[in-house]
């Protein structure tokens, strides 16, 4: 099985299954599409994920239909967002600025970079504070509650933008954040990343075990040895790693617990992060992971020609909504698979 076989239908799948007909909307929020109330909600970060994911089908195939997919979504989705990435919730704001940093390295728009550094001084300069010993907030109406899926993600943008322009702040930042992370989120015997602390204003630690808290922490340990080439960074990645797919991994493929939409996209960023590392280590635990659990999304999820993306990528039931959530996670997995297969050719 080559997964570079299916990439295409599976990009191709979130066209035919979920394109909207109308502009303000570019994307419905579920198939099939029963009530224009399902596309009330405005999914502003799941965007930001169809856009790295036609990024990653640009790097695979240079085909320039990717390219300006990517270009497309992201208009969209600053425009829908008053022609700004500057929102309530501050990682959404970092996801896309993370895409927009990657348009900006395929496309050369200068506005994709800019972005990316104004969501990060924006973030500077508004989202720290001293609660819970440091880190940055999760929105701007909750500034005392701080979170991997804020603090993770902004360790990876700042450490891009200095791999770009090495601004001092942008590394001493990241140095505080992953200090104060590790201190006050990161098991230190496991590596293992819980999810955030004083959700309820009681400095409780909330030990939620998502997928995606471990691909930002991989993640930003990687960017960390990119910047310094300090192997101790790659030891605790590979350390979480493993802790991650023993505790998450266990059936073969990840799985993410609970309700809701955001969820589909959680494993799809791990499994992004997983491969970065494994380019970096080259440790076969990552890639025979990678491999067979995303074999397991081929041989369930399609339906002939056309990807049904189950969230934990059992065989599609005949009339069961799919979110688009759901769908991106599973193309960004297929892309993730397919980096790693081009890479070890």
Same mark, same amino acid.
């Given at each position: ?6 990439a ?11 394109h ?27 965007i ?9 089908g ?8 990717y ?26 704001m ?23 550094k ?11 504070n ?15 509650y ?15 933008l ?11 930042n990241?140095?505080?954040?992953l ?35 471990q691909?930002?922490?991989?993640g ?15 030891? %605790? ?25 955001d969820i ?12 970065l590392?494994?380019?970096?280590? %080259? ?26 993306a ?36």
């Amino acid at each position: 099985m080559k997964f570079v076989d299916y990439a295409d239908r599976g990009q191709t799948s979130l066209d035919t299954l979920f394109h909207s007909d109308d502009p303000r909307q570019f994307m419905n929020n579920i198939y099939p599409l029963e009530s224009e109330e399902q596309n009330r909600v405005f999914n502003y970060w799941w965007i930001a994920h169809l856009v790295d994911t036609r990024v990653d089908g640009y790097l695979r195939t240079q085909s320039h239909a990717y390219r300006d997919g990517a270009v497309a979504a992201y208009h969209y989705n600053k425009k829908r967002n008053y022609n700004s990435l500057i929102h309530e919730y501050y990682d959404d704001m970092l996801w896309n600025a993370l895409a927009g940093l990657r348009l900006y390295e395929v496309t050369g728009l200068t506005a994709c970079l800019d972005d990316a550094k104004a969501v990060c001084a924006d973030l500077f300069d508004t989202a720290f504070n001293l609660t819970a010993g440091g880190g940055y907030a999760w929105k701007r109406s909750q500034i005392n509650y701080k979170n991997t899926p804020v603090n993770g993600p902004l360790m990876i943008l700042a450490l891009r933008l200095y791999q770009l322009d090495p601004k001092p702040e942008y590394l001493k930042n990241s140095l505080d954040i992953l200090h104060w992370l590790y201190f006050t989120l990161v098991d230190p015997e496991t590596e293992f990343v819980n999810d955030g602390i004083n959700s309820r204003n009681t400095m409780a630690v909330d030990p939620w075990a998502f997928t995606y808290n471990q691909g930002t922490y991989i993640g930003a340990l990687v960017e960390f040895y990119n910047v310094t080439k300090d192997q101790r960074y790659l030891d %605790h990645a590979l350390k979480c790693a493993h802790t991650a797919i023993d505790r998450l991994g266990a059936t073969g493929i990840l799985l993410d617990d609970g309700d809701g939409g955001d969820i589909g996209l959680f494993k799809g960023i791990l499994y992004r992060y997983l491969v970065l590392l494994y380019k970096a280590t %080259h440790e076969t635990f990552i890639s025979d992971f990678i491999t067979k659990a995303v074999k397991v999304l081929v041989e369930n999820d399609f339906e002939g020609e056309t990807l049904m993306a189950d969230r934990n990528w059992q065989p599609y039931q005949p009339g069961k909504a799919i979110p688009l959530s759901d769908e991106i996670g599973a193309v960004m997995s297929l892309e993730a698979a397919t980096a790693l297969e081009r890479y070890n050719q």
